[in-house]
């Protein structure tokens, strides 16, 4: 259950590299984020919460964020524009302000992560106090009165200790441009590690430089072409204008297990001596839809829908 603190409203919010999962005082929100600059129309459909259905903009008044200028549209069918290529923390108060402004009268408790616990106090910096701002042409003000920060690794370890999970737990966490590993025995970590450039943006990088699957499709896919065909099982589109459809499994396939192996093999060279003796092996994060059918029949468990696992533990903070 989501603890109400004095009154104040509760955002649970895991920012990842490809979208934004949470929950609004228990209630949950997935949103696509790609994203843009831009003083345009509102972004494509991409949320499952009816408040935010056609995604959402939103300007802050009282101070830039990076190259935006305070200004962002959050959507999903801008193509390769991912939070990776940007200075993650940046984005926090664009993104908490445009979930607030769900009810401006309300005091705000918010709880976030980040794949580097270090950023930890120049998030909570950027986020605690009032935020005059726009969000979808509706002026107000975020009034975020508490922030409490964790590390990715411990939403997925409250889970698992919530469902009667007992001993050390090791974590791998995928998500598209990062991998972290960690290990926690009861609530204590004892590994937190998470390494860049690494995640599902690695298996779309060596399945670009494919030239065999190039001939096979007739054209140089894109990247986000190649992520939806992961995804989705293995069709892409079969020309570049997206019509028709072409089954790329033999690829999708192959360079998922190629780099789910390189992964496995990895983790256990430089943790073996504690991973070969946990009491559970967790792969969660949104890279876990995409392999969770490769580690069918093993020790390795994805739990059901793996994206959300670190936000829903993030509400027993």
Not at 102 to 129: C, M, Y
Request: aromatic share 10%; with cysteine; proline share 4%.
């Amino acid at each position: 259950m989501v603890k109400k603190i004095d009154a104040l409203s509760h955002l649970v919010l895991d920012v990842g590299n490809s979208e934004f999962k949470g929950f609004v005082n228990g209630k949950a929100f997935r949103l696509l984020n790609a994203y843009e600059q831009t003083m345009g129309a509102l972004p494509h459909r991409g949320t499952e919460w009816s408040v935010f259905e056609e995604g959402f903009a939103v300007e802050l008044f009282n101070r830039p964020i990076g190259d935006c200028n305070g200004q962002f549209v959050f959507n999903p069918s801008l193509g390769e524009m991912k939070m990776a290529d940007q200075k993650k923390e940046d984005f926090y108060p664009l993104v908490v302000a445009g979930y607030c402004s769900i009810d401006f009268d309300a005091p705000w408790r918010v709880t976030v992560s980040h794949w580097n616990e270090t950023k930890g106090p120049e998030i909570q910096k950027k986020l605690v106090g009032v935020h005059p701002c726009r969000v979808n042409g509706r002026e107000g003000e975020a009034d975020i009165r508490e922030v409490h920060f964790m590390p990715e690794g411990q939403g997925a370890n409250n889970v698992y200790r919530r469902n009667g999970g007992t001993g050390v737990l090791a974590i791998l966490d995928i998500g598209y441009n990062t991998v972290g590993f960690s290990l926690y025995n009861g609530n204590s970590r004892l590994k937190h590690v998470y390494e860049e450039n690494s995640g599902v943006r690695e298996i779309v990088r060596r399945m670009l430089q494919d030239k065999a699957l190039q001939e096979l499709v007739g054209y140089q896919p894109a990247k986000d072409a190649l992520l939806t065909a992961l995804i989705n099982g293995g069709t892409l589109p079969s020309n570049s204008d997206g019509e028709g459809a072409i089954d790329i499994r033999q690829f999708t396939e192959g360079y998922k297990l190629e780099w789910l192996r390189e992964t496995l093999s990895d983790v256990h060279r430089k943790y073996g001596a504690i991973a070969n003796k946990v009491g559970g092996f967790w792969i969660v994060g949104g890279g876990a839809n995409i392999i969770k059918n490769a580690v069918k029949g093993t020790s390795y468990h994805v739990p059901e829908h793996p994206e959300f696992v670190n936000a829903d533990g993030m509400q027993d903070d």
